[in-house]
């Protein structure tokens, strides 16, 4: 065991090891740069072909640095640097005649190594013990539920997030948005906890779980939502018109007068379809229109059209009344798409930077070094 | 817009610069270097000036925010670093040599910069509206002008074949360390753009690390001269073998900065 166990020993002991893995690690990581990562199979078919997408599927080049032997690389580097850093730890404790300064210098190379090791372990911590995920919420809506990104499941939080407003700024006078913004309250038990409004590059923290503003959108308004505004002119001597406001299926008598009015149909999208059914091209206003009855005395007395972007269009002569179509509310409401990140691995992560950064100042700026043989020095 | 005057004012100093350093070395006379080195320190101020005069005007339109946005701002501070730094090593090695390749190299960026690229002071999108964009980019931009610096000692390093004493050019001695010192001035600062990078990723996007092709080329870039110091240190990098390797790290750079943006797609095409 011992006899197998000393090869392998002394590859993992070896910066040649080192420089060996590095050099991999970079040349494979070129892959992943020129072939887009993680897209739909169909779009890789349509630029690559079906033999060259199946080779690439199998080595693994959409998903470079997700592969396992992308990861095994990783590993390799990281038990290459446990291995150099642990056998190097004795020499650290002997200061022999080194100055202060130069004895602290020669720290630097292992704080460094180190800190490349507490990395990849918060990255470790983020992957089993975190979650990225996605939700949407209508303006005004609540959730508890989100998606869980790259698979079906979604998850549940343990406490109510509701968006009171969603609001994109523009800069002045012009069409370029400056800021998208969401208004959040975290609710526990129906009750307000905590609020912020949060941006691109400020986002809400609550119980480890952060919520990054990400995109937007508008649902498609409810039909019961939708209104239609509306002008009804009898026809004859010295009557008043009237205006009055009705959701689809909707009947109003009119005031101080003998008829009343019915919404038959409200169709955001007019179309006419084959053998001239009408129906709604989307649930976009782009061509409102309605479909309106009139009955006085309890006898259906006006039945017609009216179009909101077309206001002269209006019935036969011999109708009762005019109706006029003047204005629509869909009630399309904003949503927020929102990042929903937990990741406890972040402070381990920060913490690596910051021995990074204190390992290479030591490394660098304490140590004399020889320039005439190469930068043996220790 | 007097920003922009004052940036092609800026790349006239550093053309007149280059040149007195070309004769400097052409002529060996030390006076040539030290008018080349007061005209580069000019251009140095003008193009200070300007990036605060630009700083100024866009804060006029209504849309003020600091000039390290696009890609014209970032070549002229790419330029405004490298001169800068190279003004630097100058005085601490006290050779005029160096000019010759480097303040080229700062011509360029200028040079490119004016002519190439659209100088429009342009509103940022939300996701750029972070003070972490202004660390992140003057943090990889000094740490990419160590690395021109690099680059330049290790072009002069190969040109020299012979030790000469001509008391313009460094010695080779002193070439390869000032070619060491730029390495690590660039690596250390590298880091850091790097980790301010990842950073405000995690403030704009929630994640640190995304592996889009910025990101990827940065680290290639940064375990190119991670390689050259292990292989240094191993004692087998000496000589014109470390400007040769020297000379690969920067190629990755240039890839990291401009070729990514016009050859690849990701998240930062906008810089
Ligand atoms: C991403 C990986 C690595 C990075 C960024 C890195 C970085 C560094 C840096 C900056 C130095 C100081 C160099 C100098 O002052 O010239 C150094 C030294 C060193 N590294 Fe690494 N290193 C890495 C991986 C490794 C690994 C895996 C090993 C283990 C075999 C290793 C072994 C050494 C040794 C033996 C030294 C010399 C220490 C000394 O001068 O006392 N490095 N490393």
């Given at each position: 065991m011992k006899k197998l166990f000393k090869p392998i020993h002394g590859v993992f002991l070896s910066l040649k090891t080192t420089i060996f893995l590095l050099f991999t690690i970079a040349l494979v990581s070129i892959i992943g740069t020129l072939i887009p990562q993680q897209k739909e199979a169909g779009q890789y078919v349509a630029q690559y072909g079906l033999l060259l997408y199946r080779l690439f599927d199998l080595l693994g080049f959409f998903d470079v640095y997700g592969s396992w032997w992308f990861r095994l690389l990783l590993i390799l580097l990281l038990v290459n640097l446990v291995f150099c850093s642990v056998s190097r730890l004795?020499?650290?404790?002997?200061?022999?005649?080194?100055?202060k300064k130069e004895w602290v210098g020669r720290l630097g190379p292992h704080i460094t190594h180190a800190s490349l090791i507490v990395i990849l372990a918060g990255s470790l911590i983020g992957n089993i013990w975190g979650f990225k995920g996605f939700v949407n919420i209508p303006q005004g809506e609540s959730i508890e539920t989100i998606a869980l990104k790259g698979s079906q499941e979604m998850l549940g939080l343990d406490f109510t997030i509701r968006c009171d407003k969603f609001a994109v700024s523009h800069?002045?006078?012009?069409?370029?948005?400056k800021e998208y913004l969401s208004e959040l309250i975290v609710l526990e038990k129906g009750q307000e906890v905590f609020k912020k409004t949060i941006r691109v590059n400020d986002p809400l923290q609550y119980r480890g779980v952060t919520f990054y503003q990400s995109s937007y959108g508008f649902l498609p308004s409810r039909p019961e939502e939708r209104k239609a505004e509306l002008e009804i002119i009898p026809k004859g001597n010295g009557s008043r018109s009237s205006r009055l406001q009705l959701a689809e299926g909707e009947t109003k008598q009119v005031q101080g007068t003998d008829y009343k009015v019915e919404l038959v149909a409200l169709i955001p999208d007019f179309s006419l379809g084959e053998g001239n059914r009408i129906f709604s091209r989307s649930d976009q206003p782009n061509n409102p229109a309605v479909q309106v009855n009139i009955y006085q005395n309890g006898k259906l007395s006006y039945k017609g059209w009216a179009f909101l972007k077309y206001p002269d269009f209006h019935g036969s002569r011999n109708d009762t009344h005019r109706v006029k179509f003047i204005n629509y509310s869909g009630g399309e409401r904003p949503y927020t798409g929102l990042m929903v990140v937990k990741d406890p691995g972040i402070p381990v992560v920060w913490a690596g930077f910051g021995l990074l950064i204190l390992g290479l100042i030591l490394s660098f700026f304490l140590r004399r070094r020889s320039f005439q043989k190469g930068g043996k020095d220790d | 817009m007097i920003n922009h005057i004052m940036f092609q004012l800026t790349t006239f100093f550093y053309l007149l610069s280059t040149i007195a350093y070309f004769l400097c070395v052409g002529t060996k006379k030390e006076g040539f270097g030290r008018v080349a080195s007061w005209i580069g320190l000019a251009g140095f101020a003008i193009n200070t000036a300007a990036m605060a005069i630009r700083w100024v005007e866009s804060h006029r339109l209504g849309?003020?925010?600091?000039?390290?946005?696009?890609m014209y701002e970032s070549m002229v501070f790419f330029a405004w670093s490298i001169v800068g730094l190279h003004l630097l090593f100058e005085r601490f090695?006290?050779?005029?040599?160096l000019g010759a390749v480097i303040m080229p190299l700062g011509f360029l960026c200028m040079g490119v910069a004016i002519l190439a690229l659209s100088p429009g002071i342009r509103p940022l999108m939300p996701?750029?509206?972070?003070s972490w964009l202004v660390y992140h980019v003057v943090t990889c931009f000094l740490g990419y002008a160590g690395f021109a610096i690099s680059f330049g000692v290790s072009l002069l390093y190969l040109f020299k074949k012979e030790e000469k004493k001509n008391g313009i050019l460094p010695s080779r001695k002193t070439m390869e360390e000032i070619n060491y010192k730029a390495i690590v001035v660039g690596f250390l600062l590298f880091a850091v753009g790097i980790i301010t990078g990842a950073v405000w990723a995690n403030y704009a996007w929630?994640?640190?690390?995304?592996?889009?092709p910025k990101e990827t080329w940065s680290l290639i870039t940064w375990f190119v001269y991670a390689i050259l110091l292990h292989m240094r240190y191993t004692g087998r990098l000496v000589g014109r073998r470390m400007a040769y390797v020297s000379i690969v790290g920067f190629v990755s750079v240039i890839f990291t900065y401009w070729g990514v943006n016009y050859l690849l797609s990701g998240l930062h095409s906008y810089a």
């Open positions: 004795p020499r650290i404790s002997t200061r022999g005649n080194l100055s800069y002045p006078g012009t069409e370029t948005p | 849309i003020g925010y600091v000039p390290l946005s696009n090695y006290r050779s005029k040599g996701a750029l509206q972070s929630g994640t640190y690390w995304s592996w889009d």
